[in-house]
């Protein structure tokens, strides 16, 4: 199983960018997905996640701001970031907590991480 990310790169003070994560590989279900983000020398925080029954939980910092829309069709996960600030920049990593099996147990996976950029 791998989580492939995509988008990401430089926007301005405002601007927009839209991130997506498509969980590869053969499993069963997919009890939580989401976005979390570390910026230079701070810890990696949550972002937004989404678990397998619609709730969804926004980081204060990003609330209003960004969405997370889900493809359950296709394992896909996407997080729209809009009117982004300097403070966003970090790089994003995707997570997913993934059953292999009915009723077996939660696997944690990570994205390899993409980097976001908002210049001033």
């Known amino acids: 199983v791998q989580l492939v990310e995509s988008g990401g790169g430089l926007v301005q003070t405002g601007g927009s960018l839209r991130l997506s994560c498509a969980v590869s590989?053969?499993?069963?279900?997919?009890?939580?997905m989401g976005w979390y983000r570390q910026a230079p020398g701070k810890q990696r925080e949550l972002v937004a996640v989404?678990?397998?029954?619609?709730?969804?939980n926004y980081a204060d910092s990003v609330k209003d701001r960004f969405i997370i829309p889900r493809d359950n069709t296709r394992n896909t996960v996407y997080l729209q970031m809009n009117s982004l600030k300097p403070e966003d920049t970090a790089v994003y990593y995707c997570?997913?907590?993934?059953?292999?099996?009915?009723?077996?147990?939660?696997?944690?996976?990570w994205g390899q991480g993409t980097h976001v950029t908002v210049s001033s």
């Open positions: 590989g053969r499993i069963f279900s997919i009890n939580e």
């Open positions: 997570n997913a907590v993934i059953r292999f099996t009915s009723g077996g147990s939660l696997y944690n996976y």
């Open positions: 989404l678990s397998s029954g619609g709730t969804i």
